[in-house]
């Protein structure tokens, strides 16, 4: 074994959201010696492959949608040249790089040393780290944080499924794609999909079912697939994909499926994988520590952040519980508050439930508590009540028919006190919305306590404390 090179109170594996909260915390909070290590570029998925490039993202379509909008509002706008793919990416590119260097002076603001490498668990508290720069580091330290994350999947029985993309090559294409098929109906598939079709790529989304975003309330699934038809989204339901095959016309190829019509190929030039996401943990040894994980090989931790083995931990993504970065921040600073933080902090953890959760559609979905099903299953149908509004916002009355959005939302509510235990929001807004409606329902607000709120007047907001 290598001789130990440096020694620390907190080793966090991962600079993702999560991490680096935790170390942040630990060591400018708490005075904590703490090291870092990331193998690939600070602020993990969120940053770099995820929420901060797709907002932008869905903010470029959102100003397309705007353009194409405004004749109703009497505008003329007359478009000289389509979106620049290109410019896009590289102020979007540069954006990034931006928030990158800022995650690697606040470690350095906060105290925190910061290893570019891969580590390598040796033994329950020594790791080795890989450096970047060709040199070897190996840590002996008090306690250890795996905060590691996810990667995306491409399937392994379909032939020819590497000539696809994930959602991590979605932001390297140079270019925009003319015909993009999108295979997936959780939240990365729909909001790629709405975006890519938004901004002017013929766009097909390919589902097992009738409908997608699966996880939530069935009103949320039934009124956005129909959206997303109604604005010109092709929706192959029941479809399973049998091979993609190179095309002699370069940087295209063909997807073979099947679905609800059918047999069918269809010509594309971007394949995108939306299948799910697995944990980053295929060198991390966690066998030789005795670290355990589940069937899906998620690192099992407890409701604590404690893994089987004393002294080392796990939160974010890798533990596959709420895979949202607002979730592993929270955790990881928590967890630092607890191991280092004293008395005061001795059983602090995050709570679980309850936790708000948006989709940057087209429109915007969000959801915090139970579905209608959820709620029926756990209280049983005689303690639910349910509200409902679906209605066109303000902003379409100067609309055609055709062009017109909708706008749902639901309040899911229980027991005799009607306690507000779900509420599901589809329609413009609805991303900010939810974060003040969220407080409520976290603090156990009934549907008295939403009556009792005078409107906003005109929002569409006003229709969560109205609804009769």
């Not at 005075?31 to 990331?38: M, P």
């Not at 405004?70 to 706008?77: D, N, V």
């Not at 083995?309 to 967890?335: F, M, Q, W």
């Amino acid at each position: 074994m290598a001789p130990i090179s440096k020694e620390c109170d907190y080793l966090v594996i991962g600079g993702g959201s999560g991490g680096l909260a935790s170390a942040r915390r630990a060591s400018g909070q708490y005075g904590a010696k703490v090291i870092a290590v990331e193998s690939n570029r600070l602020g993990g998925t969120c940053v770099n492959v995820g929420c901060v490039p797709k907002k932008v993202t869905w903010n470029a379509a959102s100003v397309a949608e705007t353009i194409h909008e405004a004749a109703a509002y009497g505008f003329s706008i007359k478009e000289t040249a389509p979106f620049d793919w290109k410019t896009f990416k590289q102020k979007r590119d540069a954006y990034v790089k931006r928030l990158n260097g800022i995650y690697e002076k606040n470690l350095e603001k906060h105290k925190v040393e910061y290893l570019h490498g891969r580590a390598h668990l040796l033994s329950k508290n020594e790791v080795e780290v890989n450096l970047s720069n060709g040199g070897r580091e190996t840590i002996r330290a008090k306690k250890i944080l795996l905060a590691t994350g996810g990667h995306p999947n491409i399937p392994k029985n379909i032939p020819g499924s590497e000539l696809g993309i994930t959602s991590d090559g979605f932001f390297e294409l140079e270019k925009q794609p003319k015909r993009v098929a999108l295979v997936g109906a959780g939240y990365i598939a729909v909001e790629m999909a709405g975006m890519f079709h938004a901004l002017g790529s013929e766009t097909h989304l390919f589902i097992r079912h009738n409908t997608f975003l699966r996880n939530f309330d069935p009103m949320i699934q039934e009124r956005i697939t129909e959206e997303y038809k109604r604005r010109g989204i092709h929706i192959h339901t029941h479809s399973s994909q049998s091979k993609v095959e190179k095309s002699s016309d370069e940087g295209w190829m063909t997807l073979h499926y099947e679905d609800s019509s059918g047999l069918g190929s269809l010509d594309i030039d971007c394949l995108l994988w939306a299948i799910g996401r697995s944990p980053e943990v295929e060198d991390l040894g966690l066998d030789k520590a005795g670290v355990k994980q589940d069937e899906r090989g998620h690192i099992i931790a407890d409701e604590h952040q404690n893994t089987n083995v004393e002294n080392i931990y796990s939160l974010g993504d890798v533990c596959g519980k709420v895979e949202l970065t607002p979730v592993a921040i929270a955790a990881g600073r928590l967890l630092a508050n607890r191991l280092f933080g004293g008395p005061a902090h001795q059983d602090a953890k995050l709570d679980y439930s309850n936790i708000p959760s948006v989709v940057f559609a087209h429109p915007e979905v969000g959801s915090i508590g139970l579905s209608e099903p959820e709620a029926r299953r756990k209280y049983g149908d005689d303690a639910i009540k349910v509200y409902t509004s679906s209605f066109t916002a303000m902003y379409y009355a100067m609309m055609a028919a055709e062009d017109k959005g909708p706008t749902s939302y639901k309040l899911v509510c229980a027991g005799s006190e009607e306690r507000v235990v779900g509420l599901h929001i589809l329609g413009q807004g609805s991303a900010e919305m939810l974060q003040g409606f969220g407080v409520a329902v976290k603090m156990g607000a009934r549907k008295r306590d939403f009556d009792s709120c005078v409107a906003i007047h005109p929002t569409s907001a006003e229709e969560l404390v109205t609804m009769k």
